[in-house]
């Protein structure tokens, strides 16, 4: 959805691909609850622009999962990364894009950089990704 006018303000707010359609109170929790949250009101809030650069991000990472879109996925990935805040896991997709390009050294370095994070919360994930690492590097040999 998509707010129009000033934020706090009673302005409307409408479905950008549902031809702009203008929605009511109503249809906007009907809205939160088919996608399993709720709407407190007045919770909507403007996003800021890295929240939405990282949206757009995001998509395009979905979108580019394919071999064919290698480069954009791997082009997506470093530009999530400069985000202030962004998903922990684009470090590990990175390291394994990078991998997937041939760029195995780059790759076990993105690898071991994202499990020195996730050992805080999840050590046997860790231990598994450090041994994707591990066999990256075994494969410059």
Known sequence: VVGLGEPGA????????????????????????AGGGSLVPGSLR???????LQR??????A??????????LRWALELTLLLPSHPLDARRELGLARIRQGEYAGGADELARYAE???LTDPELADAVRRQARSARARLN
């Open 10 to 33: 009673p302005d409307p707010v409408v479905d950008p691909f549902g031809s702009g359609v203008r929605l009511s109170d109503d249809d906007l929790r009907r809205l939160v609850r």
């Open 46 to 52: 403007p996003w800021s622009p890295a929240e939405i």
């Open 56 to 61: 757009i991000l995001g998509n395009i990472r």
């Open 63 to 72: 979108w580019a999962v394919g071999p064919d879109r290698l480069p954009t």
């Open 117 to 119: 994070v996730v050992a």
